[in-house]
């Protein structure tokens, strides 16, 4: 198999369009799957794949032509590059067009190999997670689940002679519990860079607390309750509102952030709290690419231009106040604005103390929603989103939790419950189950909203 960097170095070399960025991906997976207290499946997967961005320069602008195969030998490659010629020429413009980012310096160790994973990630993960299984085929009741490894080695090499590389490890566990007849769930995931850091045992053990809870049914009619949100349910709504917050669309007028006369609501309060949400490619065990790495446009927000362009610490939010949208730099460039790129990784933090445990401990009656799922955007001009409940929903009562509550459809905008937050407890890690093939590295509070909007009761189990 030809060398991952060489591959770069050809298609550079073999592009005959006005500009070029290749991106290579060298890409290892190992799996774990179980059900009903046994192990299913396990496996382990290595592709690689090329992502040509031709440029060809016009009187009318700039377009580009995208592609991405899997490619191992130079001929693959040659055709992948004649394809991405060919259609940068027969493209309209780009609108999110830029220069391709200039070579800079850095510190990336270019030439090494890829990095890779394998099943020993699970070395400590698996015997704990069988152990589980002996203990809850005792207790009658059983577990779902799997757990996932990846490595993504990226090499980026442009045109102009940027040369960037960036190895991502990304893992996550999923457990369902349920009991023997199936009639009671609940859930728990993690995300992780190496399984070092996940006990199968606290995990199951939190699962098998959740599932005594739900040996008490409680119904509850639909209406405005006071609500515990844990770190998880908390990253799944500000993911949403992170990929909402399009600098263009927020000008355009077409989203929660548009302010009046084609402004944006940047420097407007948000929350009471001084909340700060910011990315940073550095903070540990969020690591991420410190430059973009963009295999096509989407959204607004991705551009296949931004490409190696350096990012850092970026606040979106300060001291509850809006700071910055998200802005490519074709776009930033034509509105005299600073390009912020998304970086993969999202941090919400307000200074908080207490922990999970400790805000059931003080609450005189509320609910405690643990996951949310099938998240779909109603109104863009105020990000109301409706969803449903799923695996979880709790009631506390005196600082304990009294049984499972029926599961409810509800309807919030993650604006609005930042100006209607009560109280913020501690950053942790979190994954969000909406989002967690998508947007997994993010740290989150629990946060208490005092009227969370459960719009209708869902028959879901």
Not at 247 to 256: P, T
Not at 364 to 393: F, H, K, M, S
Request: hydrophobic share 40%.
């Amino acid at each position: 198999m030809t060398q991952i960097q060489q591959l770069v170095e050809a298609a550079l070399a073999a592009s005959t369009a006005d500009g070029c960025v290749v991106l290579a991906e060298e890409h290892t997976e190992t799996n774990l799957r179980w059900a009903a207290n046994s192990l299913t499946t396990n496996g382990q997967m290595r592709t690689r794949s090329v992502t040509v961005i031709s440029t060809v320069d016009g009187s009318a602008g700039t377009s580009a032509g995208v592609l991405t195969r899997a490619v191992t030998t130079e001929e693959e490659l040659l055709d992948l590059i004649r394809a991405a010629d060919a259609a940068a020429r027969t493209s309209a413009p780009a609108d999110d067009s830029a220069p391709i980012v200039e070579n800079y310096d850095n510190d990336d160790d270019w030439d090494s190999d890829p990095a890779e994973t394998s099943v020993a990630v699970f070395d400590q993960f698996a015997p704990a997670l069988g152990a589980a299984f002996d203990k809850w085929t005792k207790s009658d009741r059983v577990l779902f689940g799997f757990a996932e490894h990846h490595m993504t080695s990226t090499y980026l090499g442009t045109s102009t002679g940027l040369r960037r590389r960036f190895d991502q490890p990304d893992g996550r566990v999923e457990i369902n519990g349920k009991s023997a007849d199936l009639t009671q769930s609940a859930y728990v995931d993690q995300h992780t860079n190496d399984f070092t850091d996940v006990d199968a045992a606290e995990l199951t053990d939190g699962l098998r607390q959740r599932l005594d809870w739900a040996t008490r049914r409680i119904d509850l009619p639909a209406g405005r309750y006071e609500t515990i949100m844990p770190s998880g349910t908390v990253s799944a709504m500000t993911i949403y509102a992170y990929i909402s917050a399009s600098a263009r669309d927020a000008a355009e007028g077409r989203s929660v952030f548009s302010g009046a006369d084609g402004a944006t609501r940047i420097g407007e309060s948000l929350s009471p709290h001084p909340l700060r949400l910011y990315s940073d490619p550095d903070y540990p065990g969020l690591e991420c690419a410190p430059f973009p790495i963009v295999p096509a446009s989407a959204w607004g927000i991705w551009s296949v231009f931004d490409n190696g362009y350096p990012t850092g610490t970026t606040d979106w939010m300060t001291d509850g106040k809006l700071t910055n949208l998200i802005s490519n730099r074709g776009w930033a460039a034509r509105n005299g604005a600073q390009p912020h790129p998304p970086v993969e990784n999202l941090i919400l933090d307000g200074n908080g103390t207490e922990s999970l445990d400790e805000m059931i401990a003080n609450t005189e009656r509320a609910l405690l929603l643990t996951t949310l799922w099938y998240i779909r955007e109603v109104d863009p001009q105020t990000l109301l989103l409706t969803g449903l409940t799923r695996d979880g929903v709790y009631l506390v009562e005196n600082g304990k939790v009294q049984g499972a509550v029926n599961n409810f459809r509800f309807n919030e905008s993650p604006i609005d419950l930042l100006g209607r937050v009560t109280e913020v407890g501690r950053t942790v890690p979190a994954m969000s189950r909406e989002w967690n093939d998508f947007f997994r590295r993010t740290a989150m509070p629990a946060l208490r909203v005092p009227d969370f909007n459960m719009s209708t009761v869902s028959q879901a189990s």
